[in-house]
């Protein structure tokens, strides 16, 4: 019975998009509450904007050997294949433009309603989209610093960038230390200041959404689950499972840009009632 068939599957397919309308409108109502929000962004927020999610399919990773904190810090051919990916990853960065999902979330800072963003990226899109740096836990960083690994010393990229266009490969300090990326590599110890703040804003919010991270590096998986423990209510945005869908209160199985954009809509108009 074709007709049968195709006529239960349209009804199955319009009760799923009820059934993630509502959800958008749940997590629209969390926000609108004014409670203590917070959001924690990772790889999926900034795919819209034409960054590569390193860990996922098609990932920079997945064509490449990581590069590990361990091989950076002793030796050189490391460091120099190390700053060549990181000058091709940095011309995309050029380009890349906050998209519908980081301007909602900038909206929601202007109407009061973020206290904080917690982020795994290093593109800095964020603040390009006009989120205030007190606003932002960077968990891994920034790469538009450069930090030198024995002195701690911080330079600006642009100032880096032209020592390796003029030939520098492996850039080094005064002090004759090596220059990195101020972002964590793997096998690189996370920033212990940042993860304590993320901790801390999760103990103390009212609303938790994870939006386009699929939660697999540590300590990202603990900080939602720690604030559905405090009592938080916990949307996750994402295209794919993650280690807390089972915990989670809303699970939008969408594109950050395209169900924050429509959460953006429904906060507004609840603004207005
Ligand atoms: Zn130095």
Same mark, same amino acid.
């Given at each position: 019975?074709?007709?049968?068939?195709?006529?239960?599957?349209?009804?199955?397919?319009?009760?799923?998009?009820?059934?993630?309308?509502?959800?958008?409108?749940?997590? @629209?109502? $969390?926000?609108?509450?004014?409670?203590?929000?917070?959001?924690?962004?990772?790889?999926?927020?900034?795919?819209?904007?034409?960054?590569?999610?390193?860990?996922?399919?098609?990932?920079?990773?997945?064509?490449?050997?990581?590069?590990?904190?361990?091989?950076?810090?002793?030796?050189?051919?490391?460091?120099?294949?190390?700053?060549?990916?990181?000058?091709?990853?940095?011309?995309?960065?050029?380009?890349?433009?906050?998209?519908? $999902?980081?301007? $909602?979330?900038?909206?929601?800072?202007?109407?009061?309603?973020?206290?904080?963003?917690?982020?795994?990226?290093?593109?800095?899109?964020?603040?390009?989209?006009?989120?205030?740096?007190?606003?932002?836990?960077?968990?891994?960083?920034?790469?538009?610093?450069?930090?030198?690994?024995?002195?701690?010393?911080?330079?600006?990229?642009?100032?880096?960038?032209?020592?390796?266009?003029?030939?520098?490969?492996?850039?080094?300090?005064?002090?004759?230390?090596?220059?990195?990326?101020?972002?964590?590599?793997?096998?690189?110890?996370?920033? @212990?200041?940042?993860?304590?703040?993320?901790?801390?804003?999760?103990?103390?919010?009212?609303?938790?959404?994870?939006?386009?991270?699929?939660?697999?590096?540590?300590?990202?998986?603990?900080?939602?689950?720690?604030?559905?423990?405090?009592? @938080?209510?916990?949307?996750?945005?994402?295209?794919?499972?993650?280690?807390?869908?089972?915990?989670?209160?809303?699970?939008?199985?969408?594109?950050?840009?395209? $169900?924050?954009?429509?959460?953006?809509?429904?906060?507004?108009?609840?603004?207005?009632?």
């Amino acid at each position: 019975m074709p007709y049968s068939m195709t006529k239960s599957q349209n009804i199955a397919k319009s009760s799923k998009s009820k059934k993630v309308e509502d959800k958008l409108f749940q997590t @629209a109502k $969390a926000i609108a509450k004014r409670g203590k929000n917070v959001f924690f962004t990772g790889a999926g927020i900034s795919t819209e904007s034409g960054i590569p999610d390193y860990r996922g399919k098609g990932g920079v990773w997945r064509n490449y050997r990581p590069i590990y904190f361990n091989d950076f810090m002793t030796s050189k051919e490391a460091r120099i294949e190390y700053w060549r990916r990181k000058h091709h990853l940095l011309k995309d960065l050029d380009k890349a433009l906050p998209n519908q $999902a980081h301007l $909602a979330l900038n909206y929601f800072h202007q109407m009061g309603l973020l206290n904080m963003i917690i982020t795994q990226n290093v593109d800095g899109l964020h603040r390009k989209s006009g989120v205030p740096k007190d606003k932002i836990i960077e968990l891994h960083g920034n790469t538009t610093r450069v930090r030198c690994m024995s002195c701690g010393d911080i330079y600006p990229m642009k100032d880096v960038r032209e020592r390796i266009d003029s030939g520098d490969s492996a850039p080094e300090c005064h002090c004759g230390g090596y220059l990195k990326t101020d972002t964590i590599s793997f096998g690189q110890s996370m920033p @212990a200041d940042e993860v304590n703040r993320a901790f801390f804003h999760a103990r103390n919010c009212d609303f938790f959404c994870v939006i386009g991270s699929t939660l697999l590096v540590q300590p990202a998986a603990q900080i939602p689950q720690y604030a559905k423990s405090k009592g @938080a209510f916990l949307s996750i945005i994402n295209l794919s499972e993650t280690p807390c869908d089972q915990i989670c209160d809303i699970m939008i199985r969408e594109k950050a840009g395209e $169900a924050l954009s429509k959460i953006m809509q429904q906060v507004s108009i609840l603004l207005c009632l």
